[in-house]
């Protein structure tokens, strides 16, 4: 769903004020508004070129990641 940003920024604002007072993190940032307006696309491709980083299936990152912090004691 889009809505017009400048509908948006008055609660941006309300968000982040109630933050300061509440010491929460706001749900919506006037930082986060403004880079919402630029579309951004990431890639691994250097990493890989250069590190030989090879992407794999998340599942099997995240199951070596709780093996890790079983191993180190940081889990259980």
């Known amino acids: 769903m ?3 940003r400048h509908l948006i920024f008055p609660l941006a604002c309300a968000a ?7 010491d ?3 749900f919506i940032t006037l930082d986060g ?3 919402a307006k630029n579309r951004m696309f ?14 794999r299936p998340a599942d099997a990152a995240i ?8 191993e180190m004691h940081y889990i259980q």
Do not use: V
């Open 63 to 70: 199951s070596d990641a709780i093996q890790w912090f079983r």
């Open 16 to 22: 982040e004020a109630t933050a300061r007072i509440t």
């Open 42 to 55: 990431f890639t691994s491709a250097k990493a890989s070129r250069e590190l030989g980083y090879k992407p």
């Open 33 to 35: 508004l403004r880079m």
């Open 2 to 4: 889009r809505l017009p």
């Open 24 to 26: 929460r993190e706001p």
